[in-house]
C-alpha cells in the first residue's frame, strides 16, 4: 500500500512547480471558502476590474497614457452605474412591487383556468386533483408571502451591505486598474524564479477567464436589452423585471434558459389567455433563445476550450452549492482551470518490465 502510494506521490509531484502549483490552488480555494463572505467586495472589485482592463489597453495601444485610460474607464464604468442606479433599479423595483400587489388577482385567474381543465379534459384531469394542485400553490404562495414579509423586516442590514459595496467596489476597482502591475509585481515576488509550468497555465487561464467574463456580460446585455424591446413591442407586462431575468439565465448554462421560461409564459398566460399574443409572444422569446445558444454564445466563445455538457452542469452544480451565484458564475472557467492543470501537470510515466 505504502509503495503504491510512493509511486503515485512521486509520479505526479517529483516536479517542484507542481507542488507549488498544487500549494497556491489549495491555499486560493481555501481562503474563498473560509473568508469569501467577508472579502466578497475585493472578488467583485477585482472582477470588474478584469472586465475593464481590456479596455485599458485598447486605449494604451492608441497611445493614451495609462493613468489617463484608467480614469476614462473608470468614469465610464461610474457613469454606468449610475445609469443602473438612477434608472434601470427604480423601473425594476416599480415593476416588482406592481407584481406584487398583483398576485393575488394572477392567483385567482389561474384558479379558474385550472377549474376548467376537468370540463374539457375530463378523462385526463379530475376535479380532485385541480383542488389538489390549487391547495398547493396556496400554501406556497403564502410562503413566498412570508418570506417577502421577513425581508422586508430584515432589509436595513442589507441596505448597509449595499452602501457597503457601492462605495467600496468603486475603490477596489480605480485601484486594481491603477496598480495593476505593481500587484502583479508584488505577488510574483513569492514565487519560485523557475515557474514555466505556472506561467503556462497562468496565461492560458488569463485568456480563457478574460474571453468568457467579457463574453458574459456582453451576451447578458444582447440577451437582456432585445428581449425588454421585444416584449415591450408585444407589450407584455413587467418587460424590464422578465427582461433581467432572461439576461441573468444565460449565466446558468443549459437550465437557465429553462428555468426562466415558466414566469415569462407565466406572466403572458394571465395576461392574454390561450390566445394569439400569448402564442407570438412564445414564438419571438423562443427565437430569442435559439439565436442566443446557436449564433451568439458561438460567436462570442469561439475561442473557448470545449467543455463536455456533463461537465459543465457538474462544474455548476459543485461551485454553485460552493459559492452561489459567483460560483455558478465562475463555474466554466474554474471547469477549464482544472483541465488545464490536469492538461499541463508534469508526471512521470511508469516503468513497465519487459516480458521474460
Not at 16 to 45: I, R
Not at 75 to 89: E, S
Request: charged residues 10%; hydrophobic residues 60%.
Amino acid at each position: 500500500m505504502f509503495k503504491v502510494l510512493r509511486d503515485w506521490v512521486q509520479r505526479y509531484f517529483s516536479d517542484e512547480e507542481a507542488v507549488v502549483l498544487a500549494v497556491l490552488l489549495v491555499l486560493g480555494f481555501t481562503a474563498v471558502l473560509t473568508l469569501g463572505g467577508m472579502l466578497a467586495p475585493v472578488l467583485a472589485g477585482l472582477v470588474l476590474a478584469f472586465l475593464m482592463q481590456g479596455l485599458v489597453r485598447m486605449l494604451v495601444r492608441l497611445r493614451l497614457p495609462r493613468i489617463g485610460a484608467v480614469w476614462l474607464v473608470f468614469a465610464l464604468f461610474i457613469g454606468l452605474l449610475g445609469v443602473f442606479l438612477l434608472v434601470l433599479v427604480p423601473l425594476l423595483w416599480q415593476q416588482l412591487i406592481t407584481l406584487f400587489n398583483e398576485l393575488p388577482g394572477m392567483l385567482g385567474k389561474w384558479q379558474s383556468l385550472l377549474l376548467l381543465l376537468p370540463e374539457r379534459y375530463p378523462h385526463l384531469v379530475s376535479d380532485e386533483q385541480v383542488l389538489q394542485a390549487i391547495e398547493v400553490v396556496g400554501s406556497e404562495i403564502g410562503k413566498f408571502g412570508q418570506l417577502a414579509l421577513t425581508f422586508s423586516l430584515s432589509s436595513l442590514p442589507l441596505l448597509v451591505n449595499i452602501m457597503i459595496y457601492l462605495v467600496l467596489v468603486p475603490i477596489l476597482v480605480f485601484f486594481f486598474l491603477k496598480d495593476r502591475q505593481v500587484i502583479s509585481r508584488w505577488f510574483r515576488g513569492y514565487l519560485p524564479r523557475e515557474r514555466t509550468l505556472i506561467t503556462r497555465v497562468a496565461q492560458e487561464m488569463n485568456q480563457q477567464i478574460a474571453n468568457y467574463i467579457r463574453g458574459k456580460v456582453i451576451e447578458i446585455i444582447i440577451c437582456g436589452g432585445v428581449t425588454y424591446v421585444a416584449f415591450i413591442a408585444l407589450g407584455l407586462n413587467y418587460a424590464a423585471l422578465l427582461a433581467l431575468l432572461v439576461g441573468l439565465s444565460v449565466v446558468v448554462p443549459y437550465v437557465g434558459a429553462v428555468v426562466v421560461t415558466v414566469p415569462v409564459a407565466l406572466i403572458a398566460l394571465f395576461q392574454w389567455g390561450w390566445g394569439d399574443q400569448f402564442i407570438y409572444l412564445m414564438v419571438v422569446y423562443g427565437v430569442i433563445q435559439a439565436l442566443d445558444g446557436n449564433v451568439l454564445v458561438p460567436l462570442l466563445f469561439a475561442e473557448a476550450v470545449n467543455l463536455h455538457p456533463v461537465a459543465i452542469i457538474c462544474a455548476v452544480l459543485l461551485f454553485g452549492g460552493l459559492w452561489g451565484f459567483w460560483g455558478i458564475f465562475f463555474a466554466i472557467p474554474l471547469a477549464t482551470l482544472f483541465k488545464a492543470v490536469l492538461d499541463a501537470w508534469p508526471r512521470q510515466e511508469p516503468v513497465v518490465a519487459p516480458l521474460m
